[in-house]
C-alpha cells in the first residue's frame, strides 16, 4: 500500500479558510480514489469528499459540498481540500484515505476505505 502524509491543518476562527494536502507514495498503481474523512471527539467518522485516482469524479458530503472543494495533482500524487466559511462544529482531525469503494446510500455519498494517513487537526473556533 502507499504511504499517505497529510499537511495543513491549524487553528482559524469561524467562517475562515484551509488548505489541506495529502501526497501519496510507494504503491500507488492501484489506487481507486483517494479521499478525506474527519472525526471529532466522541463522533462517528465522517466521509467528506472524495476523488476518483484519474482526477475526474469528486464526490462530496452535503454538508460540505458548496464550501469545500477536492482536487488532485496528479503528477504529484496530491490532492487537496480547500476548505471555505469553516464552521466550529467542524473541528476535528482530518484524515487522508485510500479508497475502495464510494456509494450511495440513504442519500448521501459514503466511501469504505483501504487505509488512511494519521491525520491532521482542523479547529474552528467561534
Known amino acids: 500500500q502507499a504511504q499517505l502524509i497529510e499537511s495543513g491543518g491549524g487553528v482559524v476562527q469561524a467562517g475562515g479558510s484551509l488548505r489541506l494536502s495529502c501526497t501519496a507514495s510507494?504503491?500507488?498503481?492501484?489506487?481507486?480514489?483517494m479521499g478525506w474523512f474527519r472525526q471529532a471527539p466522541g463522533k462517528e467518522r465522517e466521509f467528506v469528499a472524495a476523488?476518483?485516482?484519474?482526477?475526474?469524479?469528486?464526490y462530496y458530503a452535503d454538508s460540505v459540498k458548496v464550501r469545500f472543494t477536492i482536487s488532485k495533482d496528479n503528477a504529484k500524487s496530491t490532492i487537496y481540500l480547500s476548505m471555505n466559511d469553516l464552521k466550529p462544529e467542524e473541528t476535528a482531525v482530518y484524515s487522508c484515505?485510500?479508497?475502495?469503494?464510494?456509494?450511495?446510500?440513504?442519500?448521501?455519498?459514503?466511501?469504505?476505505?483501504?487505509?488512511w494517513g494519521q491525520g491532521t487537526q482542523v479547529t474552528v473556533s467561534s
Open positions: 484515505a485510500a479508497v475502495k469503494e464510494i456509494y450511495f446510500k440513504s442519500r448521501e455519498w459514503r466511501a469504505d476505505y483501504d487505509y
Open positions: 476523488i476518483s485516482w484519474g482526477g475526474g469524479n469528486t
Open positions: 510507494g504503491r500507488t498503481s492501484n489506487m481507486y480514489a
